[in-house]
């Protein structure tokens, strides 16, 4: 008699050689099967988790607030973050995708409720940069009061993605008739800034390595949407709101001044920046008006609640550099004008490609 | 074409056979060549230019020019004001 | 940062400019040649304050501007090959060759890279010995020492694989074709700063005594720069023709000895085609016989190349001081810091990019500063 074994099971085909593959990412973890279910519940899960992930539908079923059937709008936004290095001082990748987009649904004056978040891993891609990431993601979305509640897993060849993109949508709750928005801007407005500005680029430019340079600077990135409660209070007949992301507070005030059409008149003494902001910026040719922010807002207000705006926006712990920078005005629609330490006047234009260090 | 800012020199040494040094710009360091200037020391101050030395900053002729220029303000403002008009506070 | 605030006192500025005003009794033309210089006084807006008496004309002072299409055209066609990296400062980027700039060879696959310090191209170099490493060495005296030091280096470390693509241009050819062309205007020059922290300013002296013409060693911050005007407009009322410094804390007469001395050991003069301008003899650098091995010219086969400039284009004029960048047509619509038509719009520096950047002309309404 033979005691032969019993013939294997077969689930289907499986890897001859079954690694754990728990340090790197590899094409299968993207593959939607078993290892892709792997990471979520390993990844994803125990640092996202609230009701609506832990469902495990493709969905996220939600509630508005309960005035919604009376009166309020959505506010909704989508941004991809591609930043190298993935962690620099003051922030990271997910921090800054989680913030971009809880800012970017505040502008409009809305409470920010519900994030999703996609991303595209790059093979190779060590997991725990990946855990630390997600991490981070929950710490500011936490802070910012927002649930993560769905989201999306793809990984692509080595090559194909710089390490790891995110993608992000946010929607929030606009719950009282709010006219905000970069058209609303008029003459005599005056135009608040809630700190230092070119934080977030310097400190990432010198992250990056490639220039050489060393600072102590760091990135701003942070969730504005706490500070906007208080000025919206402070200020409920607020304008403007903006945050001077890429192309910094000259291309996003030009973008105001045009949609608006208005022109905006800047006092360069008043703008707030960091000496060490300044000198990364002396020694590169660069100005810091055109260095990306993450963490900044744009108020402009009417004349008679830029005082309360201000005020408010300095016992924030995000707005205590806040400062007035300038004016708005009807005549030359569509420009920004500064007038310089000297007394000279110059014309403020948007950024237009990529700004490089220069030798002249 | 001289896009150059003044920087502090931080500490002096040699590498890949050229004398090169630490400079902090205020709040910001960079490494720079001061293959141009051998007298230079720690401390002293120099305008670095792509990340070269051109020349040491003296700070007498610095302050020489100031004076040279304060006077030039104070004296137009005695003009304007006459001569009992002390200088702008 | 020490040495700069000072320099930038809104107070004194307004003093010394004053004291122009009461100096001043008719027109004078005065021209700086120094992209630096040019940025400066558009960047704070110095020009409107000066009083109308006062013109001030920018000269060729933009070594990105000046730099030959056919060199451009040349480092574009490296670029684009195989196992090539291409390092540059950041300013040539964006300049436009007869058919494309390096932004866009980069995006069909060329590698090019920005390096802030010529020795960043060195070292990229030794870790990419599989690659031939270029540098496309542009620049006045004062980027020279820093261009010709990676050749030396380059030399002493044996390195096969690093060469240079060689743009040095020099001033005082560049002011005798101003000074000596027959419609010119210039009445007094501002000498670039640091060209002179490199070069001293004892090549001056005869310049200014063959065309009667003053010049003032000048720096960059606005009070150096009002400071110089002054003291040219201090001559030029009592009609001298001196060379004079106002950059004292940082220009000596003899300049730096050791700096000049490696351009030396390194270079040999030669003539250099200057865009817009034209041939300018013995206006420029090239690798001497001793580091003929760098040159990238010599390196590359890269051909006959056609160049084509745009006919729209004035810079030459611009460049000379003889028009203004509001006087071409093409100003601001079809040339832009966008879509350069020529040598004057590529640079932050150059004198339209400048112009259309910061300059209050570009305003339909005259409103006075006060924010």
Redesign the interface.
Known sequence: MSNSPLPPTFEGPVCPLPLAHDEQIVIGHGSGGRMTHDLIRKVFLPRLAGDALRAGNDFARLGLPTDAALRGRLAISTDSHIVTPLFFPGGDIGRLAICGTVNDVSMSGATPLYITAGFILEEGLPVAELERVVASMRTAADEAGVQIVAGDTKVVEKGKADRLFINTAGVGWISQERAIGGEQARPGDVVLVSGTLGDHGIAVLAARG????????ESDVAPLNGLIANVLRAAPNTHVLRDPTRGGLATTLNEIAGQSSVSI???EKAIPV???????C????FDPLYVANEGKLIVIAPAEEAGAALAAMRAHPYGANAAQV??V?A??PG?V?V?????????L?ML???M????? | MCLAVPGKILEIYQSNGLRMCKIDFGGVTREACIETLPEAQPGDYTIIHAGFALNLLSEAEAKETLDLLREIGEFDLEQELGPEAGPEG | MKYQEEFRDAHLVQGVIQEIRRTVTRKWVIMEICGGQTHSIMRYGLDELLPPEVELVHGPGCPVCVTSLELIDKALAIAAQPNVILTSYGDMLRVPGSHRDLFSVRAAGGQVKVVYSSLDAVKLAQENPDKQVVFFGIGFETTAPNNAMTVMQAKALGLKNYSMLVSQVRVPPAMHAILGAPHNRVQGFLAAGHVCAVMGYWEYPPIAKQYGIPMVVTGFEPLDLVQGILMTVRQLETGRCDVENAYSRVVSQQGNVAAQKIINTVYEECDRNWRGIGMIPNSGWRLNAAYADFDAEKRFQVGHIQTQESSACIAGQILQGLKKPFDCPAFGTLCSPEKPLGATMVSSEGACAAYYRYHRSRLTVDEPGAV
Do not use: H, N, Y
Not at chain 1, 274 to 280: E, F, K
């Open positions: 490639e220039l050489g340079f060393e600072t102590g600077v008149w800047l006092d960091q000496p060490a902001v300044q000198a990364a002396e020694m590169l040719g300038g004016t005005r005549s030359d420009r004008l007038k310089t330490l000297i007394g000279g006047t110059r014309i234009d237009a490609g990529e490089l260090p220069r030798i002249c």
